[in-house]
């Protein structure tokens, strides 16, 4: 473990980069989640019923379907976990952003979903095209900031 000698590290260009593709998937991993939630046993039943199982090892003439369909279940249960991982921790962080149009922003954006061009007609007389793009990006410096802070890209083991 690497410790800190900073009070307020700053995220490297690399973190920030991580930070906006975690954000930019933000919607779609709440909705994943979402879904797991309510249909988690019809998962488990299709990948039972169904040939995503019998491929799991494409070389394995002889696959045993059910054991292939329970290593399939605990990978989908691992993605929910890390989707509900990083999803709360970008809720955490954006919640930090000290700027109000900035967290409105990042919250109207990548929390609730709108695009760039509906955030931007939500600020249709406070803001410029610009400035709602520089908010934007002060608010992914923010949060990947926050995130070094919380020591989050420490235990990210994804590739990227």
Same mark, same amino acid.
């Given at each position: 473990?690497?410790?800190q ?26 909705l994943?989640m979402?879904?797991?939630e ?11 019923d169904?040939?995503?199982?019998r ?7 002889h ?8 290593? $399939?279940? &605990? ?8 989707? /509900? @991982? ?7 962080? #954006? ?5 109000e149009?900035?967290?409105q ?10 695009s ?11 803001l ?6 520089r908010? $934007?990006l &002060?608010?992914?410096r923010?949060?990947?900031?926050t995130? /070094? @802070?919380?020591g989050?890209?420490?235990n990210d083991? #994804?590739?990227f």
């Amino acid at each position: 473990m690497v410790w800190q000698t900073e009070l307020f590290p700053r995220a490297s260009e690399v973190e920030i980069q991580r930070t906006k593709f975690l954000l930019e998937r933000y919607m779609k991993m709440r909705l994943l989640m979402f879904d797991f939630e309510q249909n988690e046993e019809e998962l488990r039943q299709v990948a039972i019923d169904g040939e995503v199982a019998r491929r799991i090892d494409p070389e394995d003439l002889h696959a045993d379907k059910t054991a292939n369909a329970a290593v $399939l279940a &605990e990978k989908q249960l691992w993605v929910y976990e890390q989707y /509900k @991982l990083y999803t709360r921790q970008l809720q955490r962080a #954006a919640a930090l952003i000290q700027d109000e149009e900035t967290r409105q922003a990042v919250e109207l954006r990548y929390m609730k979903g709108l695009s760039y061009k509906e955030t931007i007609l939500f600020f249709k007389h406070g803001l410029s095209r610009s400035t709602v793009r520089r908010k $934007l990006l &002060e608010g992914a410096r923010s949060i990947a900031d926050t995130l /070094k @802070l919380m020591g989050f890209f420490d235990n990210d083991n #994804a590739q990227f």
